[in-house]
């Protein structure tokens, strides 16, 4: 067994405290990390906080992680010791599903299980990367770019593939049009990859006042949605528009700016029901579509493009003593764009 300092949350109204976690004894296809980075995502709050339900505890959060290969099992052969690799979203799935045959093991049939809070096949709950270190089975392990410094890579483990998968999968290319909708931790990342696969990029955003950062993060063109008259003036303008908000908008009124066989895609989880006219669809023939975190297959090839066009995500690096803070801070959308915890200061 591996010893490893963590963080954790002891119940939903708890903060977060110093604890020890015992993480599986290396088996012939693991690898050991030394985790250096932890991203904060969304995700990680409402799991923290059981908004979502079924949540064990005491929970170490954390699926955004970046950090060093130690050591590895005897019959590892995509890893070495001195890698840099990161962990995203899930560290197991059935591998013999339609799904996972596919490289699409977020899909997986019988159930991906979680970094954190998932129980795992040995039936114990996983643990997640607000920790020093983590076993995990080398084929969902990825390799991180030298590009990419390990810090702003940590993120792109869950925001940046959240992102890259819809623009890819519904083509994001030159004489392409696409909106993101929120610049947020999710949407600053969205404007980056987009631009960088060289469609036009419009910024939908409450306001303006993150302008001059969607600007230069590759945006043509940024919206302010409080303004009735912005959906005048975009009305079936985009092929593509990618939701990354976590709030009930009117949806309705975002499907009139779609195109001919636009689509919309929904990447936020709000709290209530998405609500759309049939009419809304029927106009245009346009679609409504929603999607989650790539397979491990694409979250590498995420990583090898984001390095290739230089793209990581802003963030705020904290010590672990800060993380109930930055928890807040999120809530109040009061960072620009990622909390990444230094994990050296567990």
């Not at 990161?86 to 596919?102: L, P």
């Not at 696409?178 to 960088?196: E, N, R, S």
């Not at 493009?305 to 690096?317: D, L, N, P, Q, S």
Request: hydrophobic residues 40%; aromatic residues 6%; proline residues 3%.
């Amino acid at each position: 067994m591996v010893t490893a300092a963590a963080y954790a949350v002891p119940s939903a109204e708890g903060a977060f405290e110093k604890t020890t976690i015992e993480r599986r004894e290396l088996g012939p296809l693991d690898v050991l990390i030394d985790i250096k980075f932890a991203g904060i995502c969304h995700s990680d709050i409402h799991t923290a906080r059981n908004e979502w339900g079924g949540t064990h505890y005491p929970v170490v959060p954390g699926h955004e992680i970046a950090g060093v290969v130690t050591a590895v099992g005897s019959e590892v052969t995509r890893h070495h010791v001195g890698d840099r690799v990161g962990v995203g979203c899930f560290v197991d799935s059935c591998g013999e599903c339609d799904a996972c045959r596919a490289d699409e093991e977020q899909y997986c049939e019988r159930r991906v299980t979680g970094t954190y809070n998932a129980r795992g096949r040995d039936g114990q709950w996983t643990q997640g990367g607000y920790s020093t270190h983590i076993v995990v089975t080398e084929r969902f392990v990825v390799s991180i770019p030298d590009a990419l410094d390990l810090d702003v890579a940590a993120p792109l483990l869950c925001a940046g593939i959240t992102l890259y998968s819809p623009l890819a999968h519904w083509g994001a290319r030159p004489g392409k049009k696409v909106a993101v909708i929120g610049m947020g931790g999710l949407g600053h990342v969205g404007v980056k990859i987009a631009h960088a696969m060289g469609a036009e990029v419009t910024v939908l955003s409450q306001s303006l006042g993150k302008k001059e950062d969607g600007l230069k993060f590759g945006a043509d063109h940024y919206y302010a949605t409080s303004d009735p008259e912005t959906f005048r003036t975009l009305r079936s303008r985009f092929d593509l528009i990618v939701n990354t908000v976590s709030v009930n908008l009117d949806i309705d009124a975002y499907m009139s700016m779609l195109a001919i066989n636009g689509t919309l895609v929904e990447l936020g989880l709000p709290e209530k029901p998405i609500e759309v006219r049939a009419f809304s669809l029927a106009a245009n023939r346009r679609s409504l579509a929603g999607s989650m975190v790539g397979g491990i297959a694409q979250t590498q090839e995420m990583l090898d493009f984001c390095a290739r066009h230089g793209i990581g995500a802003e963030i705020e690096v904290i010590s672990a003593d800060e993380i109930d803070a930055a928890y807040d801070r999120v809530v109040a959308s009061d960072v620009r764009y990622r909390f990444v915890i230094d994990v050296a200061t567990i």
